[in-house]
């Protein structure tokens, strides 16, 4: 009997830590409003009114829901990505890079082929993508697997790279020959051909069936990592490397594989900005996913589905903060500033309950080591 209610006791915190676990996000977003909301305030803004125009903005309007819906799509491939490193023990920071070259060799290759058939052309066009972006994440990977260099700091100054190459390539080889003939030379590529563009799943606006892709990507991406050989050595080797090598995993080998597929999804971000939203190469089309999508990963618990929501609520603030900016005059910059206060709750939430099951692990060896103690002397006893 007492052991039966020992297993239920045993459930029933199991089953309110991973509640606790599923609310901490929750909890850490109103947080990091509550403390914008005070930075509001200082800057004399009814808090209220601001994020009730920021809410409306992104969710109260079939304009700015599908805009939401859109800007979900490339946090989404990024924040996948993401989910892939960190689950394989490795972090990937260079995100804007990958979609950068990501978009980059997807224009070149719609830009090259232009009489081609869509049912060839699309998927030659976001193949590049991935393709580019698997490359840009590769080289860290190699760089981390074969000389143990830092791939924080690769990947950082890989994005700087991809931005220099971006900006020669849109001032050079190129740049719209229609830009060169009316003088202006606008630093952009010329338009893809129509076959390429995706399908809009609502006429006159940006959302397109790239959020469809995206979402089924999100479902193989849980079904590759906790289903399949491959995704169970990543996640081994980023919970615990010295075990996975004993065990025979080549970590380091695995570790490239992680950052390798980052930088496939997020090239493949890229390559959808370009076919589904601005039908061309542009300065700045990266949009500062390559980070925003490490916040939606980290706010997803870092789990492919978990990202899904999370991606929308960030596509959301991202949306909301030029709807609140117009409304009550404030720089939309704040709204990074949230997001930035987001990770750290996050962040601070999950080391929270790291600490705390590492306790309950501790209670637990410590009471299994007194009960075996006793054990004995109660037999001698009897």
């Known amino acids: 009997m007492s052991e039966s209610s020992e297993t239920s006791g045993a459930a029933r915190r199991l089953d309110v830590s991973r509640l606790t676990g599923a609310l901490l996000p929750v909890l850490a977003t109103l947080l990091a409003l509550a403390f914008g909301g005070i930075l509001l305030l200082i800057l004399g803004v009814n808090p209220l009114t601001a994020y009730g125009s920021l809410f409306r903005g992104a969710f109260g309007t079939v304009s700015g829901l599908t805009q939401t819906l859109s800007k979900a799509t490339p946090l989404l491939l990024v924040g996948l990505g993401i989910c892939i490193a960190f689950r394989g023990g490795v972090i990937n920071i260079g995100g804007e890079g990958q979609i950068i070259i ?214 959301g603030l991202l949306v909301g903060a030029d709807k609140m900016q117009r409304t009550v005059q404030v720089p939309s910059s704040l709204v990074v500033a949230i997001n930035g206060l987001i990770v750290l709750f996050v962040v601070a939430s999950d080391f929270f309950v790291r600490r705390r099951a590492r306790k309950r692990v501790a209670d637990a060896t410590t009471s299994a080591e007194s009960a075996s103690a006793s054990a004995p002397q109660e037999a001698v006893s009897d």
Not at 193 to 218: E, F, K, M, N, S
């Open 102 to 315: 990501g978009a980059v060799a997807a224009a070149a290759v719609a830009l090259a082929w232009p009489t081609l058939p869509g049912v060839i052309l699309i998927p030659l066009t976001l193949g590049a993508g991935v393709l580019g972006g698997a490359v840009w994440g590769g080289i860290a990977g190699v760089l981390k697997a074969r000389f143990g260099v830092n791939e924080i700091l690769s990947t950082v100054m890989l994005n700087a790279i991809a931005l220099q190459l971006m900006n020669y390539l849109l001032r050079g080889p190129m740049l719209d020959p229609a830009q060169i003939a009316a003088g202006t030379n606008i630093a952009q590529s010329a338009t893809l051909p129509d076959q390429v563009w995706l399908l809009r799943l609502v006429p006159r606006t940006l959302l397109h069936v790239g959020l469809i892709l995206a979402i089924i990507l999100a479902v193989l991406v849980f079904i590759f990592l906790w289903r399949t050989t491959i995704g169970y050595r990543i996640r081994a080797v980023g919970l615990n490397s010295s075990a996975a090598r004993y065990a025979g995993i080549p970590v380091r080998r695995y570790m490239a594989l992680a950052l390798i597929l980052s930088g496939a999804f997020a090239g493949l971000a890229g390559a959808v900005e370009v076919t589904g939203v601005h039908h061309r190469m542009i300065e700045g089309l990266s949009g500062g996913y390559g980070f925003s999508g490490i916040v939606a990963a980290l706010f997803g618990k870092l789990h492919p589905l978990g990202a899904i929501p999370a991606s929308i609520i960030f596509g």
